[in-house]
């Protein structure tokens, strides 16, 4: 990649904002005395005082790209990554440094800008296309296909006022995939459509960096932005914290959010629930077959969800109820119920364990959600939507292990099977 011309140099850029303006004449006439004094960068606001009126975006960044690479963005929100995706498609211009662009720039960073909701599909994608360059006889020549791509042959001649954001994005999208690109930035843009689009988008950024294009995707879900890129850029504060292979970055990046995540498992809990309260998860835990707290998996393994309950009043045969998500889909891959023989009557603390000794899931990553009902299963005492979430790796190692062999059709669960050749098969005459 050393040896490949660049698409993308950015040289010490730093890019900051004034926030904080003056909204009434007292405010204003306030500022005004302070940038006399000297006290520019403070503003005074009658409700809240001196508030510091520089946000810095980013901090001294430097960042070579090569052609025909797909790189992702990751980082906390605020870290900076949409601000530098800003720039390298020039919607704003940094406050030092240099940024250098080679090519026709594509900028994803909010699908179906410049539509407009009066305006049929037909005409936003003349709209949109011509926007993004391209003539009227090259739009005649890709229109079949970017309808075809979006799915939106029945509702072309419908005002796009009438399409739900999924549709919007699915149109804005393929507008902008045909229309020739260098360099594609891509902002988080893949979570308002459903599995099937977000699969082929993917494909289709992934033809891209086949023919030389250059991708860059924002992106917090880890398991698209492995399947993706090769590389990887964490931002974190404005600033670059680590670039570097995709599997190495995303697995460091994960580790730290594991840990804050398993630091303030207690507040995630109470911040993703439901039902009446009578009987609820006080913590929950994953662990191996060993009792070791277990976040990455092999196919195979032992699962052991541990759970510990507080009953505020007696609660006749609860029904403890744990599910597994895949979280890129959203599917259940398996649900575990207790029983009444299982389950005495409640009171209290309590714990309940639910083992699953081997999982035969593919390498994805997943979340737990768990529920507590009455033994009719008609009352809802506790739903936990979104708890402690694991990983099944493959045959790499962390999270580079998330790579997957084969696309979204190859399932969710790995069912043991044995291919048998029986040799040729007797002519038909023989048979007969």
Not at 223 to 229: E, K, S
Not at 384 to 400: H, N
Request: glycine share 10%.
């Amino acid at each position: 990649m050393a040896t490949a011309p660049l698409a993308i140099q950015l040289a010490h850029v730093s890019k900051r904002y004034r926030t904080g303006r003056s909204r009434t004449i007292v405010d204003l006439v306030a500022s005004n005395l302070d940038r006399l004094r000297g006290r520019a960068a403070e503003v005074h606001s009658a409700t809240r005082g001196r508030i510091d009126a520089t946000i810095h975006a980013l901090r001294d960044v430097s960042l070579d790209v090569p052609q025909g690479s797909g790189v992702g963005i990751i980082g906390r929100n605020g870290a900076g990554k949409t601000t530098l995706l800003k720039l390298i498609s020039r919607v704003t211009w940094p406050t030092s440094g240099s940024v250098r662009v080679a090519g026709h720039v594509v900028s994803l960073i909010e699908l179906g800008a410049g539509f407009h909701p009066e305006l049929t599909g037909r005409e936003n994608v003349y709209l949109g296309a011509g926007l993004f360059g391209l003539t009227r006889r090259e739009i005649d020549r890709q229109f079949d296909a970017i309808v075809q791509f979006a799915d939106v042959e029945r509702l072309i001649d419908t005002p796009m006022k009438r399409y739900s954001s999924g549709l919007y994005a699915r149109l804005g999208f393929a507008v902008a995939i045909f229309s020739r690109p260098d360099i594609v930035l891509v902002d988080e843009v893949l979570a308002v459509g459903d599995a099937a689009f977000r699969r082929r988008a993917l494909e289709a950024l992934r033809r891209l960096i086949a023919e030389g294009k250059t991708v860059l995707f924002i992106s917090h879900d880890m398991w698209n932005v492995r399947r993706l890129c090769s590389q990887i850029v964490w931002m974190a504060e404005g600033r670059v914290r680590a670039v570097g292979p995709a599997g190495d970055i995303a697995e460091r990046y994960m580790d730290e959010v594991n840990l804050e995540a398993l630091a303030n498992q207690s507040n995630a809990l109470q911040s993703h629930r439901g039902g009446t309260g009578e009987i609820r998860y006080a913590s929950v835990d994953l662990v191996d077959a060993a009792g070791r707290p277990a976040s990455m998996l092999a196919p195979g393994d032992a699962l052991v969800v541990r759970a510990v309950y507080r009953a505020d009043q007696p609660i006749d045969r609860p029904v403890f109820e744990i599910a597994i998500i895949d979280v890129d889909t959203g599917l259940v891959v398996t649900t575990a119920k207790s029983t009444r023989s299982n389950v005495p009557p409640v009171i209290g603390d309590g714990v309940i364990e639910c083992r699953f000794p081997r999982l035969p899931l593919r390498p994805r990553q997943y979340v737990v959600r768990l529920s507590i009902t009455d033994r009719h299963q008609l009352a809802s005492y506790d739903v936990v939507t979104a708890g402690p979430r694991f990983a099944v790796s493959g045959q790499g190692r962390g999270v580079d292990g998330l790579a997957p062999t084969g696309d979204d059709d190859d399932g969710l669960v790995s069912v043991t099977y044995e291919f048998v050749h029986l040799g040729a098969a007797a002519p038909a005459a023989e048979r007969a």
